[in-house]
């Protein structure tokens, strides 16, 4: 965690002496590595979307065979396989862990002592916004992957029902995670968060244009 700390860091330094830009400098680093673990992040997407569709088949079974239990633990068994290989699959997310919390160790150690013109606003990144402009972008970016769920084109599921209590949920954890943290961290927090958010989208057009091509 430290060697890559201590990279991140380094990465960090020599973008700021390039931008002469704090706040650009903390969006390229998050960029650059969302995209060095885009690989892993799409390997994600694809095994929680196989999940997805195998609890719809599941569920399928379980209607079309009720009445031949028989029968129903021979399918679920014969689905029990790739189903293991999917969850699997999603475990990709655990590699990414260390990379983001040195990422985020990475900006919480940093000087801060600087303004960014990111945020005009703002005249210290080791401050809070307390304008709280920070803290309502980076929620509305939160809930903007359930919230595109309701958009025909971009629908992945049968599910589209917003749950109104993980919304809240949502909505106050973000708010509070970015209300009282510097600045820096809240450029991180947003960066990730439209990063990830339209990964989702791409990955959502992806998926339907394979769809089409496969009935193709």
Not at 31 to 55: E, F, G, T
Request: aromatic content about 10%; hydrophobic content about 50%; some cysteine.
């Amino acid at each position: 965690m430290n060697f890559i700390s201590s990279i991140l860091q380094d990465l960090l330094s020599i973008l700021f002496s390039f931008t002469g830009d704090l706040g650009v400098a903390i969006v390229v680093v998050t960029l650059m590595v969302k995209l060095i673990l885009m690989p892993l992040s799409m390997k994600q997407k694809l095994s929680m979307r196989k999940q997805q569709d195998m609890a719809d088949k599941m569920s399928t079974l379980k209607e079309q065979y009720k009445n031949n239990p028989t029968e129903l633990e021979k399918q679920m068994q014969l689905h029990a396989t790739e189903s293991m290989k999917s969850m699997l699959g999603c475990s990709t997310l655990l590699l990414q862990m260390p990379i983001v919390f040195a990422l985020y160790r990475t900006f919480s150690s940093m000087p801060q002592d600087f303004s960014s013109s990111i945020v005009p606003w703002i005249n210290n990144l080791s401050m809070s916004d307390n304008l709280f402009i920070i803290p309502c972008i980076y929620t509305l970016i939160m809930l903007a992957p359930n919230l595109i769920n309701y958009i025909p084109y971009f629908k992945t599921s049968s599910q589209v029902a917003l749950n109104k209590h993980m919304a809240i949920i949502t909505v106050v954890m973000s708010f509070i995670l970015t209300a009282r943290t510097p600045v820096a961290l809240g450029l991180y927090f947003i960066t990730s968060g439209a990063y990830a958010l339209i990964e989702d989208i791409c990955f959502r057009i992806y998926f339907k244009s394979k769809n089409k091509l496969a009935l193709e």
